[in-house]
């Protein structure tokens, strides 16, 4: 079955970088679009990033310029870099194929 497994979370200051890596398994990673979400405390799902089979990159406004996601297909994994962390960046990040989700990693930014 779809297994999606997230890490690199943890403390970071403001202005930190971290990078997030997600393996996944039991489908066609290479073919398949994979995507970031992250939840904050007290809040919904905020989509963050997508990147496509042709490694097309979309990021939301509330990311662009600061994340970047990239693929590394012979691995199945995607990650997300974040730079210049915000403490509103401060969520359980979570990667995802449509509606199907890993556990998450949880990213505190936070001096």
């Known amino acids: 079955q779809v297994q999606l497994v997230e890490s690199g979370g943890g403390l970071v200051q403001p202005g930190g970088s971290l990078r997030l890596s997600c393996a996944g398994s039991?489908?066609?990673?290479?073919?398949?679009?994979m995507s970031w979400v992250r939840q904050a405390p007290g809040k919904g799902l905020e989509w963050i990033s997508t990147?496509?089979?042709?490694?097309?990159?979309t990021y939301s406004e509330s990311v662009k310029g600061r994340f970047a996601i990239s693929r590394d297909n012979a691995k199945s994994t995607v990650y997300l870099q974040m730079n210049s962390l915000k403490p509103e960046d401060t969520a359980v990040y979570y990667c995802a194929i449509g509606i199907t989700r890993g556990r998450g990693t949880q990213v505190t930014v936070s001096s």
């Open positions: 039991g489908f066609f990673f290479s073919g398949t679009t």
């Open positions: 990147i496509d089979r042709g490694h097309l990159r």
